[in-house]
């Protein structure tokens, strides 16, 4: 199954295309726990790790698999985990253990509809705003969409190299469709492929404080077992690893957790934009319902409808400069997605009052086919 | 080429995922062209109303999911009854004749064969009837040519099981030569 | 005199620990068996949980990983798959291994994945001020069983012997030399291996169950606890009230990260 072939191009789903993402960005841990319909994630690593002398495992539930793989990234491993609604759930506790502990982790959330155990075999997008606050507490978060199998391969290393250089779980929100749809995807060469490692500390042990403040906002953890003893935890702490309950020092910590992805939000944010220079409608579309827009862009376009879209690659940090942009030009944004809205309540706010934001929600676990976004775009027309 | 959706259904457990899967490949990979395959099955392993779908195109698939359909296959009356709304007044439907006892009315091309039979007692093996099936369609709808379906299955279908699957394509792609001779 | 200061972190002293409570014997306890069988601190990873003996490794110069409510042992499993190298020891308290952290208890001990679990058994939730928890005796007095409680205890031991355990043993605070051997003897084995060790807790648990003074406490860990050669030859009348301790299993079967290795051995493509 895995494939070591440059440019190879072959036929895939998008939740086998993730797994084969993960072990060219040089995943070698993957913990998870089974689920519906991210379980072909752990398939096909449990097939291919052991093979490149990496570990797999099975754990007893959703909240071990998220501790295991932040054990695992603490030696120095990239690891990852993959679920789906309630699984992501349960994984926000740890999940916000390797926020605050900045830990590098990858947890890709393969999205089914909810609440609760809802529709698994199903298609939404009802987890976009829990990936962004699922976890109490304020902290920077970094989540990454994609909308086919080439895109989720993609994204995939992306992610990797996201939290490998900011120090901090990264999540991929994918949905049922591209979880499941099996198309082709070009394997590049691996030297065609960037990764990025996270930093190693440059002082000797004496002098190593592991959240040391700098000016790049970004600690530099030393793998356990290479000579750096620290500690590591989820209680507020300062520059030494160790929990404080200095006001200042508690301050500093959690601002600093929000501004080291503010702070390189125009790194971090990636968008494609579709026929937007002359539009008058917007279209604001993710995941798997990016393709339906495409697909209605062109054919508004041949009714005579001027319709551009934007479509986001990372929707934490929000895109809300590009928001705000196409805001300013056209009369009207759409914002279809299978959830009530999670979406376009942030687009409203970044659009600043400028102009109408309309939703489009499908929440019955069926695509938004092209036709129904045709009549809302007419409607608004 | 425009646009070719292609829905396969029956219920669980009858192999139209991985046939789905073959079909695509036979069109992405053999014979070069763009071909995008999508699912949709309940919450069970085995039963229940299951359907993948295929698209065939030239260029670049944006919507991946089958829309107008220009063929459907139905190897149950419930996915028949559940899923033929979407077929073009010109699509082709293929159905199994012994279990579809009532196919829709309509204006499009009808095919019915004993498709699940004639792996049963033909080939002797009721798993291979996503493959007869294969053989019926693709020879009906012409669109993926013979020679990448068959290099699609053998890529497909487990080790030692080469040879009866290549036979339940034959069988099936006679039966869809005798059909269209009908 | 053992000389600790090597193997703490000074700086962080004073301990967070009441007067009269156990843990820090069983911390002393422990620094004296990694030093006596010469465990490499740039080698060795503590992974802890939450609650008073959770706060262990804050005190203890090697990697030390402080992580969430019951998941200790998760984590740790990590640690040790990634980096089956490192000496993986995991402290965690009764409410955290076997209340919240329950199932990973159990599955850590069925997969028998090297690693050295010290639960120190105070009968009680100490940090988050004595409430009732899985091993708080029934009839005790706890802040959320003021009319005394009704669940009977889990045997912390019998649970993770019946789960899959390699080496289970039991000491307590007061038998400290006993304790040192069973912890030493815990770090040399390959495969899960747990020390139950009876820790009192005079602040939450004594007090609200006669028992304020943390000496009174020692005393009936003194008259309670029976070694297991002993406990063989008492009868059940005698066995009332008493407990035992020392190696309760010790036995050699397949170790999680070891027949990994021999997973990857078997992949590696032929040359």
Known sequence: MSNDRPGKVRMMQGNQACAEGAIAAGCRFFAGYPITPSSEIAENLSVMLPRLGGKFIQMEDEMAAMGAIIGAALTGQKSMTATSGPGFSLKQENIGYAGMAEVPCVIVNVMRGGPSTGMPTLPAQMDVQQARWGAHGDRGVIALTAKSAQETYEQTIRAFNLAEKFMTPVILLIDEITGHTTEKVIIPDASDIEIVHRKKPDEDPENYLPYRLTDECVPILAPFGTGYRYNVTGLCHNETGFPTNDSHDIQCLIERLTRKIEMYEDDIIRNNELMLEDAEIGVFAYGSVARTAQAVVRMCREEGIKVGLLEPKVLWPFPAKAVFAMAQKVRAIVVPELNLGQMAREVSLASECRVPVHKLGRVDGRPIPPQQLVEKIREVV | ?182 | MFDYLQYVRQENFPHIWCSGCGDGIVLKALIRSMDKLGLSQDETVMVSGIGCSSRTPGYVDINTLHTTHGRALAFATGVKIANPDLNVIVVTGDGDATAIGGNHFIHAARRNIDLTVLLYNNYIYGMTGGQCSPTTPRGAYASTAQHGNLEPPFNISGLAIAAGASFVARGDVYNVKKLETLIGKALQKKGFSLVEVVSPCPTAFGRRNRMARPVKMMEQLRDTVVSVEKWEKMTDEERKGKFRTGILKDIEKPEFTAEYAKLIEKMRPEE
């Open chain 2, 1 to 182: 080429m425009d646009r070719y959706d292609v829905r396969l259904s029956g219920s669980g457990g009858q192999g139209l995922i991985l046939a789905g899967k073959i079909l695509a490949e036979a069109a992405a990979i053999y014979d070069g062209r763009n071909a995008v395959q999508t699912q949709s099955y309940g919450p069970e392993a085995r039963g229940g109303a299951s359907k993948a779908e295929v698209v065939i195109k030239d260029g670049e698939i944006d919507y991946p999911k089958a829309m107008d359909l220009d063929l459907l296959l139905s190897l149950t009356q419930e996915s028949c009854t559940k899923y033929s709304g979407d077929l073009k007044e010109d699509g082709i439907m293929i159905v199994d004749s012994e279990i579809v006892k009532y196919p829709p009315e309509g204006s499009f091309k009808l095919y019915a064969a004993p498709i699940t039979s004639i792996a049963a007692n033909k080939i002797g093996k009721i798993v291979v009837t996503n493959i007869v099936a294969l053989g019926i369609l693709s020879k009906i709808a012409g669109v993926v040519t013979e020679e990448s379906m068959r290099k699609a299955i053998l890529a497909r279908v487990p080790k030692g099981t080469e040879e009866i699957n290549m036979k339940a394509f034959d069988e099936g792609w006679k039966t869809g030569e005798e059909l269209l001779a009908e």
